[in-house]
């Protein structure tokens, strides 16, 4: 006997009265079990199974009294409005599907807002009191209903999530959106960043077969025909694949690659080992290259996708400026999808590790993202982000460095399910990826203006400023600044000052500047938004030190007291 009753399955014929012996064998009881639920239960079939028959042996008579119970008579079936508790039976969600529809329909937007705002761009230009060095923009992208899951059984996919209902993002891209529209509005301001040696990072999260792995693709096809071939610029790429401290170069050809390790080294950089980074002369090379690793992904089926990413895929494109030498950095992230109980139900042991792996490291990427915006805050630079807690993490410290020379942009691309049986997957996604945008750039109110952070300079200020600190290195000081001020000058790429003062100079004007702006960031501050100087703290340092010492003395007289009294 086969584990399910398919329609086509064969079955012993029932008794015309219907009326079957309690000592009837099994299979004889299976067919008219089965024959009542193709009646009056049809969309239920798939219950009618040896777990049932086995459940339920010895007792069939009484199975089948509770069935009329619940859906009537054989052949009258209980309408839909009578199944609910107290009342023969328990609602599913595709039971109100209707109902469902048109609430969705009433809550969501008739029309979202313009998205030919850039807002990538325009959010590294956020100023509260310092320039906000590492911004993120979070998107959220709800994939169409698949045509193999209309035909699904049970009523539940049908479209429950769409744009702009109930949680902000920066952008909301809809079942209709393609991925080209994706790359102009969230990936092409990122490729200026990495030709103009910052650091770009794009990532798509979400639960498994939620379109994560189709968007990332769509973005890098975009990118192999884009702008990234600049004259003057040398691409590379690398392609890597990472669950927990598992890391595997996809594009490595050496029969026995050693394994690939990612530290830090003393001096704070991010060191790679046992990495093959690939030269790309065109469009083409790196086609090649992109689809090789592609092909290369670990992919296994699960409860909700037949083909689920099992490890965080990376794709790394480094651009240098072959004039100056300097470096950006593109990092295209498609994370490995994150798994429900539900989910993952029927993973094996080696399954269930590798969820845990997944979840783990999903985990500690929003905590490090809520920790860095919290941050962004003046006066908040001494809390704490965990990036060393993990390799990802640790591999794009550039977004979560405080102290990090260069702007970074992340891009944070939530992707969703629209189905009405993924809804409380779903909400959770929003739930955690929505609020990451607003951290950003909040700030104190009645700041107390910060005279030694450059991003305050006006124009004169900043000459005068770096007149005084590199006037002899730079020569014209005025032709260096060009007019701008000292929060422009902060967003000028390390190229250009190393274009405007040389290489050697530049170089050190970048770095002083990027000192300043990092003091600035971690610069103590009172509730009341004033500074905490350092006379201050040494002032407060004696005071404790005073209180300590007073303490001590009235303990000591006390003590004194006591010895005549005993």
């Given at each position: 006997?086969?584990?399910?009753?398919?329609?086509?399955?064969?079955?012993?014929?029932?008794?015309?009265?219907?009326?079957?012996?309690?000592?009837?064998?099994?299979?004889?009881?299976?067919?008219?079990?089965?024959?009542?639920?193709?009646?009056?239960?049809?969309?239920?079939?798939?219950?009618?199974?040896?777990?049932?028959?086995?459940?339920?042996?010895?007792?069939?008579?009484?199975?089948?009294?509770?069935?009329?119970?619940?859906?009537?008579?054989?052949?009258?079936?209980?309408?839909?409005?009578?199944?609910?508790?107290?009342?023969?039976?328990?609602?599913?969600?595709?039971?109100?599907?209707?109902?469902?529809?048109?609430?969705?329909?009433?809550?969501?937007?008739?029309?979202?807002?313009?998205?030919?705002?850039?807002?990538?761009?325009?959010?590294?230009?956020?100023?509260?009191?310092?320039?906000?060095?590492?911004?993120?923009?979070?998107?959220?992208?709800?994939?169409?209903?698949?045509?193999?899951?209309?035909?699904?059984?049970?009523?539940?996919?049908?479209?429950?999530?769409?744009?702009?209902?109930?949680?902000?993002?920066?952008?909301?891209?809809?079942?209709?959106?393609?991925?080209?529209?994706?790359?102009?509005?969230?990936?092409?301001?990122?490729?200026?960043?990495?030709?103009?040696?910052?650091?770009?990072?794009?990532?798509?999260?979400?639960?498994?077969?939620?379109?994560?792995?189709?968007?990332?693709?769509?973005?890098?096809?975009?990118?192999?025909?884009?702008?990234?071939?600049?004259?003057?610029?040398?691409?590379?790429?690398?392609?890597?694949?990472?669950?927990?401290?598992?890391?595997?170069?996809?594009?490595?050809?050496?029969?026995?690659?050693?394994?690939?390790?990612?530290?830090?080294?003393?001096?704070?950089?991010?060191?790679?080992?046992?990495?093959?980074?690939?030269?790309?002369?065109?469009?083409?090379?790196?086609?090649?290259?992109?689809?090789?690793?592609?092909?290369?992904?670990?992919?296994?089926?699960?409860?909700?996708?037949?083909?689920?990413?099992?490890?965080?895929?990376?794709?790394?494109?480094?651009?240098?400026?072959?004039?100056?030498?300097?470096?950006?950095?593109?990092?295209?992230?498609?994370?490995?999808?994150?798994?429900?109980?539900?989910?993952?139900?029927?993973?094996?042991?080696?399954?269930?590790?590798?969820?845990?792996?997944?979840?783990?490291?999903?985990?500690?990427?929003?905590?490090?993202?809520?920790?860095?915006?919290?941050?962004?805050?003046?006066?908040?630079?001494?809390?704490?982000?965990?990036?060393?807690?993990?390799?990802?993490?640790?591999?794009?410290?550039?977004?979560?460095?405080?102290?990090?020379?260069?702007?970074?942009?992340?891009?944070?691309?939530?992707?969703?399910?629209?189905?009405?049986?993924?809804?409380?997957?779903?909400?959770?996604?929003?739930?955690?990826?929505?609020?990451?945008?607003?951290?950003?750039?909040?700030?104190?109110?009645?700041?107390?203006?910060?005279?030694?952070?450059?991003?305050?300079?006006?124009?004169?200020?900043?000459?005068?400023?770096?007149?005084?600190?590199?006037?002899?290195?730079?020569?014209?000081?005025?032709?260096?600044?060009?007019?701008?001020?000292?929060?422009?000058?902060?967003?000028?790429?390390?190229?250009?000052?190393?274009?405007?003062?040389?290489?050697?100079?530049?170089?050190?004007?970048?770095?002083?500047?990027?000192?300043?702006?990092?003091?600035?960031?971690?610069?103590?501050?009172?509730?009341?938004?004033?500074?905490?100087?350092?006379?201050?703290?040494?002032?407060?340092?004696?005071?404790?030190?005073?209180?300590?010492?007073?303490k001590a003395r009235i303990w000591a007289e006390r003590e004194k007291h006591l010895r005549k009294e005993f």
């Amino acid at each position: 006997m086969s584990d399910l009753a398919a329609p086509n399955t064969p079955l012993p014929p029932v008794p015309a009265d219907e009326n079957v012996p309690d000592n009837a064998d099994a299979e004889a009881w299976r067919a008219k079990i089965f024959a009542y639920y193709k009646t009056n239960v049809p969309t239920k079939i798939k219950m009618v199974n040896s777990k049932m028959m086995e459940k339920w042996a010895g007792k069939y008579d009484v199975l089948y009294q509770n069935l009329i119970k619940k859906y009537g008579p054989l052949g009258h079936p209980l309408p839909v409005s009578t199944l609910a508790p107290g009342a023969g039976g328990k609602k599913s969600m595709g039971d109100f599907k209707d109902s469902f529809i048109n609430l969705v329909a009433k809550a969501a937007p008739q029309q979202l807002p313009e998205r030919n705002v850039d807002v990538v761009k325009s959010k590294a230009g956020v100023q509260v009191n310092g320039l906000e060095t590492s911004t993120f923009t979070v998107c959220s992208r709800v994939r169409p209903i698949l045509p193999h899951e209309l035909e699904k059984e049970g009523g539940e996919n049908f479209a429950v999530i769409v744009p702009g209902q109930s949680f902000e993002f920066d952008y909301a891209f809809g079942p209709d959106s393609n991925n080209s529209e994706i790359y102009k509005l969230t990936t092409e301001p990122l490729v200026e960043r990495c030709l103009n040696g910052q650091c770009g990072v794009i990532f798509a999260y979400g639960q498994t077969g939620s379109g994560k792995t189709h968007t990332m693709n769509g973005i890098m096809d975009e990118l192999c025909e884009s702008d990234i071939f600049k004259e003057g610029s040398e691409v590379e790429f690398t392609y890597l694949e990472m669950l927990g401290a598992n890391i595997k170069d996809c594009l490595n050809t050496d029969p026995q690659p050693k394994p690939v390790a990612i530290g830090e080294a003393l001096d704070g950089r991010i060191l790679t080992r046992n990495v093959s980074i690939h030269p790309c002369a065109d469009s083409s090379a790196l086609k090649a290259l992109v689809s090789k690793a592609k092909s290369l992904r670990s992919v296994a089926a699960t409860e909700k996708n037949a083909a689920s990413s099992r490890a965080h895929g990376i794709g790394i494109i480094s651009c240098t400026d072959v004039e100056t030498g300097v470096t950006g950095k593109l990092y295209v992230i498609d994370l490995a999808g994150s798994e429900s109980a539900k989910d993952s139900k029927k993973h094996d042991s080696k399954r269930m590790a590798e969820t845990k792996q997944i979840n783990l490291s999903l985990s500690n990427l929003k905590e490090c993202i809520r920790a860095r915006t919290m941050a962004s805050e003046p006066g908040m630079g001494g809390i704490h982000v965990p990036y060393r807690r993990n390799k990802l993490t640790l591999l794009i410290k550039d977004v979560f460095e405080i102290g990090c020379p260069r702007i970074c942009s992340t891009v944070v691309m939530t992707n969703v399910s629209p189905l009405a049986s993924d809804v409380s997957h779903s909400s959770n996604t929003l739930k955690y990826s929505g609020p990451l945008r607003v951290a950003v750039g909040k700030g104190k109110g009645n700041l107390q203006k910060d005279e030694d952070d450059p991003a305050n300079w006006t124009n004169e200020e900043a000459e005068a400023r770096i007149r005084e600190a590199h006037g002899g290195e730079i020569g014209d000081v005025k032709a260096f600044v060009r007019g701008l001020t000292g929060v422009q000058l902060c967003g000028l790429p390390e190229k250009e000052y190393l274009v405007r003062g040389g290489k050697e100079a530049g170089k050190k004007v970048y770095l002083w500047m990027w000192a300043l702006i990092t003091d600035a960031k971690t610069r103590k501050r009172r509730d009341d938004g004033t500074i905490v100087t350092k006379e201050d703290e040494e002032n407060e340092r004696q005071e404790l030190v005073r209180q300590k010492e007073e303490k001590a003395r009235i303990w000591a007289e006390r003590e004194k007291h006591l010895r005549k009294e005993f």
